[in-house]
DNA sequence: GTCTATATGATGATAGAC
DNA sequence: GTCTATCATCATATAGAC
């Protein structure tokens, strides 16, 4: 009779892969796609370079794994989340739905990452500002009848953008040191004007 | 008595500077600093690549020359324009205020290439950011008396900033195409609140 | 699973002929 | 002013020994 022997695929180290995840996320979001090298990768992870691309593919499929793989939320329950309360409320319940996405370990950093990928990497325009037009703005913006909503969506999108740019990319200290009720009024009053209000 | 020549440098045919600096802001703005090789640019200016060389320093020299050396606007009278008229309107004729300037040619390239070289470009965080911060909006928030006048300058650079990215960098076809009456509309509200009135 | 060695190509920069 | 030739460096990626 043989030995309980533990099943499945027996880990030599296998911490190393997802160190390189970890390390490839971080300096994605810090520096960016394209200025990011392998070897940096490796270093950051404390594994050899040739290691990489054991793992992965090859660059484009690090990022993905490492970056894109996590769906950064939930469209739907976002779209919920901000269409359930009173109209007046909604720009401060569309800040505060993001703030708090930040607030989870790791999506601040995807979210960076993506924005950065967004300016930089071929072909990366996309996924991050069609998802958030698509999937989130354009259905807030249609569930109050408006008939320019995709310009409306777009205009959010811009201010998401902004915020985080200005704070995990450009740095801008007095947006990084802000107490977060001031962020969430701040945003709160173009996201209420571009989803909600009639035009002046 | 010596015949009436023309003065100065004689040059054989110095389109060529020219037209080196006309593709290097063509390319930065469209691709970015770091992904534009200094060959590409001598390709899109048809000219023989160690040409760069002989006109500039190096690619850092090529970007200030091409891309910052032409102050973007006058940011005293850029000032002095938003605060001419009624408090009730400086949202509208900042926004107004900046459309015009990007109007101007070549301008938006320079804006775009600056805020692309703000993501990547190392220790280029700063010029464009710190200069709308310090020079434009904070002067305009303390004229209305504001004490947090600098998280107020820094929310309004982003709105700037979150318009030229969705538009110039990622391309959002809506804001593209959206009319100019429009836009100032849309970026007129965040700014009248930033600038002007009063936390809610 | 790990690492050494290396192939292959693109980059920024330079020296110097015409 | 223009261009050929070339250098040193860095990148991604691969083949294969241990």
Redesign the interface.
Known sequence: MPTNRPRGRRPGRTETRSEILAAALKLFSEV?Y??VSLRAIAREAEVDPALIHHYFEDKADLFEKAVLDLPLDDAEKLVGRILDGPDEETGVRTATAFLDAWDVPGARDRFTAML?A???KSGE?RPL?EFL?REVFTKVAEAHGHA?A??R???A???I???S??RD???????AK?KKA?IV??LS??MQ??LVDA??
């Open positions: 960016g394209e200025k950065r967004a300016v930089t325009h500002s037009s320019d995709k310009l969506a777009q205009l999108v811009s201010v953008l902004a915020y740019l200005g990319v450009l740095q801008l200290p007095a947006l802000a001031q009024t701040a009053v173009p004007q571009y035009w002046k």
